[in-house]
C-alpha cells in the first residue's frame, strides 16, 4: 500500500519533500483506518500500523538513497564507459542498449541506464564495454515508458562514434542473459518461423521472433500470459522433477532447477513469483506445515516491491500478481461448482477429459475476471475470447515444454536427431498452438477496446462478489452464473460500443499532432512526427483494435519529408492509400498492395468513414477538418498565423474541437479571433510546456496535449 501511494504521488508531484509529506499523510489516514477496524484485536492493529510505518520509511529511505543520488548526473556531458547488460535493440532510426555506467569522465558512476545509440542496427552484446561521447540525463517521470517500474534512473544520448572494447565482468545476469539469447536463436535454427519464435519464448522468455501477425493475434486472443515465463512454466517443470525423482528428492531439485530458469529468463516479476510460491510449498512440505498460498503471494509482491517500489505500478507485475490471486480465490470453488455433475460420469476416459476441460474453464475465468480491470486500465483493451483460445491450448504446453527441453539437450550432443524431433514430433503441438491463436486472433471482435469506466466498475462489482463468496454470504451457484452474466455483459457492451461508436486519438510528437482515427477501418494522419514514435504508436493501436493495416495515412504537411515518419510507418504496417500532399513531395515507401496518391489543393476524401476536408495554407501545409454525425474536428496545427486566419476566412471551418499549436495558442488576439470564428466546445493545444493559458480561454475549456493521448468517441 505504501509503494503504491508514494510511486502514484511521485509520477504527479515534482519536490521530493512534498512526496514525502504527502506520503505521510496518507499513512496517517491509513492508520486511522486501522485504528477504526482493528482497535479491539491489538496484535492484529500492532501489525499492521507497524507495517505502515515500516513501509513508509522504506519507500522513503528509497527515494533519497537510491533515486535522488541519481539525479545528481543528470546533462553530465563527457566521455561515457558503459558495460552493457543485455543485447541492443534495433529500431529505425536508432538503438537502445541497457547496462552500468561505470565513469563518466574517469569519475566513478555505477548507475543503471537506457543508452540511446546512433545506429539502427547494433550488435552489441551483454558484456561489452563501449566507450563514447555521450550526455546522461535523469529519466522523466512517466509510468508509460517503464523505466522507473525497472529501476532505470539514467537515460545517454551518444554525440560522437563509439569504441567497442570486450571483456566487463561477466555476472550472473549477463551470463543468463546470453544463454537465454542462445537458447532462443538455438530455437529459431531448429524451428523457424512463428513455431520456433513461440518455443524460444517458452523455454527463455525471449520474444523478439514473433511476426507483427501472430504478435497481434497473442494480444487479441488473450493468449500473451504463455510467453510471459510464469507459474505455468515453473510448476511444469517441478512437475517433471518430482515424477522423475518423487516428492522428496524432486523438491530439492525443483528449487535450484527453478532459480536457475528464472535467472536465464531475466528474473521478470512473473516467473520470481512463481519461484518465491514454490520455495514456500516446498518449505510447508519439509516443515509439514498447511499450505498458505495468501501468504506466498503476499511475500514474492513484497520482496519484488521492497526490491523496488515503483514497480508497484508495473502492469506485468499487476496482471501476473491478479491472475495469480483469482487462481488462489476462485478457480478451486468455481471448479467444484462446475464439476458436480461430473461424477456421474462412469468412463474413465471421459472422466479425464471432462476434467481438463473443466479445470482449464475454471482457471481461465478466474483469472480473466481478476485481471480485467487491470487491461482496462493499461491497455483499454478487453480480450473477449480468452477463455476459449486457452481452453484449446494450455493442454499443450506442458508437452511442448518438456519436448522442448528434451529437443535443445538432443541438440547440445547430436544435431540432426534434434532436428528430427523438432520437425517430427515438436512441430505438431507448435503448430497447433501457433494456428488456435491465429484462428481465434483473426476475428475483428476477439479483443475490443473501452475506456468507460463502467466497465471498470462492473468488473470490480465481480471482484467485490468474490470476496462475498469468500466469506460464504454468497453460494457457489449464484457467483458462478454472476460472474458469467458479468463476463458476458462486458462482452456485450464492448461489442456493441465498438460496432456504435469511432474514436480520435490525438497524440503530441514533438509539437507534431498525430491523429489516430478508428471507424470502419484504422487511418493515421499526418506522419511528420518523430519516426520511431509514429510507428510505435500505430502499432499499440493496431494491437488494441485488432487491425490488420491501415486503410489511409494521410499526410497533411511536407514534414515527411525530412523527418521519415511516413517510411517508419509504411514498415511497421501496411497501408492500402497514401495521400500526399503537393505533386512534388515524393517518398520511398514499403507498402504492400499502396494506391499512392498526392494533392495540392483544397478538397474532401473518406477516411474510415469520416470525411477529411483539407484546407489550404500555404504551399505544402493543409488544415484539417474531419467531419462526422455530431463530431467535428479542426486543425491548424503547422500553419502560421497569418495563413490560419486566411483559412477561416475563406472557408466555413466550424468544428466542435480546435487543434492549435503553441505558435497559434499564444498569441491571444489570433486565437480569440480564430475562435470566435470556428466557435468550438473545446480547444486542444500541442504545446512542448511553455504555454500560458490555463484551463480556460475565453469561456472555452483548454485542454494541453504534452504527454497523454487525448481520445474522443463519435457515433458511427
Known amino acids: 500500500m505504501m509503494a503504491l501511494t508514494v510511486t502514484l504521488l511521485f509520477v504527479r508531484v515534482e519536490p521530493l519533500l512534498h512526496v514525502v509529506l504527502l506520503s505521510a499523510a496518507a499513512a496517517c489516514l491509513y492508520a486511522a483506518a486501522v485504528v477504526a477496524v482493528a482497535r479491539e484485536h491489538v496484535r492484529l492493529f500492532l501489525s499492521l500500523f507497524l507495517g505502515l510505518l515500516a513501509g513508509w520509511l522504506w519507500c522513503c529511505g528509497y527515494l533519497y538513497i537510491v533515486w535522488s543520488p541519481a539525479q545528481q548526473w543528470d546533462m553530465e556531458a563527457g566521455t561515457i564507459r558503459l558495460e552493457t547488460d543485455t543485447y541492443a535493440e534495433s529500431n529505425v532510426s536508432y538503438g537502445v542498449v541497457y547496462g552500468r555506467v561505470t565513469h563518466v569522465d574517469g569519475v566513478p558512476c555505477g548507475r543503471k541506464a537506457k543508452v540511446y545509440l546512433q545506429d539502427g542496427s547494433p550488435d552489441f552484446a551483454p558484456g561489452d564495454i563501449l566507450v563514447f561521447e555521450g550526455t546522461l540525463q535523469a529519466v522523466e517521470r512517466q509510468p508509460d515508458r517503464n523505466l522507473l517500474q525497472q529501476a532505470c534512473f539514467l537515460a ?84 517433471i522433477l518430482l515424477w522423475m525423482f518423487g516428492k522428496r528428492l524432486g523438491l530439492l531439485v525443483a528449487v535450484p532447477v527453478a532459480v536457475v530458469y528464472a535467472a536465464v529468463t531475466g528474473f521478470s516479476p512473473s516467473v520470481v513469483r512463481a519461484v518465491i510460491l514454490l520455495l514456500f510449498w516446498s518449505a510447508s512440505f519439509w516443515l509439514k506445515q498447511e499450505k ?23 502492469a506485468g507485475l499487476l496482471l501476473s500478481f491478479s491472475a495469480t490471486l483469482g487462481l488462489i480465490l476462485l478457480s478451486a470453488p468455481l471448479y467444484e461448482v462446475l464439476s458436480g455433475p461430473m461424477k456421474r460420469v462412469k468412463n474413465r476416459l471421459v472422466g479425464k477429459l471432462l476434467h481438463y476441460l473443466l479445470a482449464t474453464t475454471a482457471a481461465s475465468l478466474a483469472a480473466t475476471l481478476f485481471t480485467m480491470p487491470l487491461n482496462l486500465l493499461f491497455f483499454d483493451t478487453v480480450p473477449l475470447l480468452g477463455v476459449l483460445s486457452n481452453l484449446l491450448i494450455l493442454w499443450a504446453l506442458s508437452t511442448i515444454l518438456v519436448l522442448g527441453i528434451l529437443v535443445l539437450l538432443v541438440s547440445c550432443l547430436w544435431l540432426p536427431g534434434a532436428q528430427f524431433l523438432a520437425n517430427w514430433v515438436l512441430y505438431w503441438p507448435l503448430t497447433w498452438v501457433v494456428r488456435v491463436i491465429r484462428l481465434v486472433g483473426c476475428w475483428q471482435y ?9 466497465l471498470a466498475a462492473v468488473c470490480l462489482a465481480a471482484l467485490l462478489a468474490v470476496l462475498l463468496w469468500r466469506g460464504k454470504l454468497l453460494p457457489g451457484k449464484t457467483l458462478l452464473l454472476s460472474c458469467t452474466a458479468m463476463l458476458c455483459a462486458v462482452a456485450v457492451f464492448t461489442t456493441a460500443e465498438r460496432m456504435a461508436f469511432g474514436l480520435v486519438e490525438i497524440h503530441n510528437y514533438g509539437n507534431q499532432p498525430v491523429f489516430l482515427l478508428r471507424s470502419e477501418g484504422v487511418s493515421l494522419i499526418n506522419t511528420g512526427a518523430n519516426p520511431d514514435r509514429a510507428a510505435e504508436t500505430v502499432g499499440t493501436a493496431m494491437d488494441r483494435w485488432n487491425a490488420d493495416g491501415l486503410e489511409t495515412i494521410l499526410c497533411t504537411s511536407g514534414d515527411y519529408r525530412t523527418q521519415g515518419g511516413l517510411r517508419a510507418v509504411t514498415e511497421s ?53 474531419l467531419i462526422s454525425k455530431r463530431f467535428s474536428l479542426l486543425s491548424l496545427c503547422g500553419l502560421k498565423i497569418t495563413d490560419a486566419l486566411a483559412v477561416t476566412e475563406t472557408y466555413p471551418c466550424g468544428a466542435g474541437i480546435l487543434v492549435v499549436d503553441d505558435g497559434l495558442a499564444n498569441d491571444w488576439q489570433a486565437l480569440y479571433d480564430l475562435c470566435q470564428r470556428i466557435k468550438p466546445e473545446q480547444i486542444l493545444v500541442i504545446t512542448g510546456g511553455y504555454s500560458e493559458h490555463g484551463d480556460r480561454f475565453a469561456g472555452i475549456p483548454l485542454i494541453l496535449v504534452e504527454r497523454e493521448v487525448q481520445r474522443f468517441r463519435f457515433v458511427r
Open 156 to 239: 545517454a544520448s551518444q554525440d560522437g562514434p563509439i569504441d567497442r572494447q570486450p571483456g566487463a565482468c561477466m555476472n550472473l545476469l549477463r551470463k543468463a542473459a546470453v544463454l537465454s539469447h542462445a537458447i532462443a536463436d538455438n530455437a529459431m535454427k531448429l524451428l523457424p518461423g512463428n513455431e520456433g519464435a513461440l518455443l524460444g519464448a517458452l523455454l527463455s522468455g525471449n520474444r523478439d521472433g514473433f511476426s507483427d501477425e501472430f504478435d497481434r493475434a497473442l494480444n487479441t486472443s488473450g493468449t500473451r500470459h504463455i510467453t510471459a515465463v510464469s507459474g505455468l512454466h515453473v510448476m511444469t517443470l517441478a512437475g
Open 292 to 314: 498458505d498460498s495468501l501468504t506466498a503471494l503476499g511475500a514474492a509482491l513484497v520482496v519484488l516491491v521492497a526490491w523496488n517500489p515503483f514497480s508497484s505500478i508495473s
Open 446 to 454: 476477439a479483443a475490443t477496446d473501452s475506456t468507460n469506466l463502467f
Open 573 to 625: 504496417a501496411s497501408a492500402h492509400r497514401i495521400l500526399l500532399p503537393s505533386a512534388d513531395g515524393t517518398v520511398t515507401v514499403v507498402c504492400a498492395d499502396r494506391n499512392t496518391g498526392v494533392f495540392s489543393a483544397s478538397g474532401t476524401v473518406t477516411v474510415s468513414g469520416v470525411t477529411a476536408q483539407l484546407l489550404q495554407g500555404n504551399e505544402d501545409t493543409f488544415a484539417l477538418r
